[in-house]
């Protein structure tokens, strides 16, 4: 036994460096068609695809750093052509048009793309083509081979489909002919039908026209109710007009007047109204600069005094009026109650 194990030993050993060299030629197969990583400075598919396309009229110089503010954004790298023998051909980029709307695809070979860095990052690029953008506007449309397939084909297809369609003619004028013959004995039945339909109708039609004198007598008895309860109305609404005009003329009128003009004392707590005579608020109290009153403090919003909102507006925004025969003032300003409360809130010092 010990002999048998000493002999399969040295057998093993004169064995190992053929067996080492077989698998090393293998792994070296293997690595010939399969790959762990990528060379450095590799750009996969997946990133190109969708990537900006910028052009440059002047020469790119692939040592710089971060987009340049003369190259213009003409659009997006749609599609990648490969040939046959694996090496990108060209790039598709869809050209102009706005949200998808009116592009246009070109073909770029890929030589003339050039990817210049966004950093340190090397997964951060730009792809920038040496064109002025017109260029790539005037740019023949790109159009795949498949689009472009040989003319016999198409008229073998097309051939073929005439000759179907031909039958298929045929077939349906037949089952026509069928069908128009069934239609013409339907046809006749239904005029038969017509015919007492229109009897009953011209019975019927009596019948309502004896109804209809019934109802216009009727409608004509209402009618006279309506009418004498319209006038009713109209003299209503006359009598309300005439109590709103006269409530006009009784208003009374006002004149311009100077800020200075009001008593002090009577400022503080007077109504205040927009442009279009409503009441949106009443002076709080007035704010002085270098002992001058330069700014009144308005109360806006809020109901009965709850939640009301003081802001500061100029004295030279406010519109001060006096009435015209007596002493009262009245105070305006040019703005709306919502533009009020829109501005921040005054905080005294």
Known sequence: ???????????????????????????????AKFSATSEQGAVMASELIGARLYTSETEVDETVFGLNDNWE????????VLGKDGEVDQVIADIGGFLGIGEKSVAVSMSELKFISDGEDSDDWFVVIQAAAGDLENAPAYESAAVMAPETDLSAQASAEMEEMETDAEMAAE????????????????LDNAGE??????????????????????????????????????????DEATDEMAAEMNEPEYAAAEFGDMPRDEIVGTRVYD????????????????????????????????????????????????EAEGDTFRISINATEDELKAMPEYEAM
């Open 73 to 80: 954004d003409v659009g997006e790298i749609h599609d990648i």
């Open 1 to 31: 036994m010990k002999r048998f194990l000493t002999s399969t030993a040295l057998a093993l050993t004169l064995a190992g460096p053929v067996l080492a060299e077989a698998h090393m030629s293998a792994d070296a197969e293997a690595g």
């Open 275 to 322: 442009a279009n005579g409503e009441w949106i608020g009443e002076v709080n109290s007035l704010v002085e600069t270098d002992g001058t009153i330069s700014e009144a403090v308005i109360d806006v919003g809020g109901f009965l005094g709850i939640g009301e909102k003081p802001v500061a507006v100029s004295i030279a925004d406010l519109l001060i009026e006096r």
């Open 197 to 238: 339909e229109v009897d009953q109708a011209v019975d019927a039609t009596g019948e309502a026209l004896d109804n209809t004198g019934e109802e216009v007598a009727e409608a004509a008895d209402a009618t006279g109710e309506a009418i004498e309860n319209t006038g009713e109305a109209i003299v209503a609404e006359a």
């Open 175 to 190: 089952a026509t002919g069928d069908e128009l013959q069934d239609a013409a004995a339907a046809t006749g039945a239904a």
